[in-house]
């Protein structure tokens, strides 16, 4: 089974709908895992967007990429730059890859136009994370 670990800033937001679902499109095919280079808790947005598509990531914690440093990873993603270029030197012969995609934390608006950039993210992330089990799974 393949071990997956997907990487971001605070593992509240893009990193948290990837892992839920890279777990739903993976099934028993890897464990995937998510982390930041800081913990900011599980934004309840991310959490309602997925359950709008019938994800349920409510049992999600974030956590730190420290906590996974024994785990031998296959995969590493990274989703947004930042965590790109802070991500501390994590020693891994893991493939690793990159998509930078918005953060719908910092959208700003009516709670309407908030909850619209996290569905628009939602379907970025659920694009790529479909199209990734596909070809490397």
Do not use: W
């Not at 605070?10 to 990193?15: A, E, I, K, L």
């Not at 900011?40 to 420290?66: F, L, W």
């Not at 996290?118 to 089990?133: A, C, E, G, N, P």
């Amino acid at each position: 089974m393949k071990k997956i670990l997907v990487l971001c800033t605070g593992n509240s937001c893009r990193s948290q709908i990837a892992e839920g679902y890279l777990r739903y499109f993976a099934g028993d095919k890897a464990e995937v895992y998510s982390a930041g280079v800081e913990t900011h808790g599980v934004n309840p947005r991310a959490i309602a967007t997925m359950a709008e598509d019938g994800i349920d990531i409510s049992g999600h914690t974030s956590n730190n990429i420290t906590e996974y440093q024994d785990i031998p990873f296959d995969f590493v993603i990274t989703v947004c730059d930042n965590a790109k270029e802070r991500c501390p030197f994590f020693p891994t012969t893991a493939k690793k890859f990159h998509e930078n995609f918005p953060d719908p934390a910092k959208a700003t608006g009516t709670e309407e136009t908030i909850m619209q950039q996290f569905r628009t993210v939602r379907q970025l992330i659920k694009d790529y994370t479909k199209s990734f089990v596909a070809a490397h799974l």
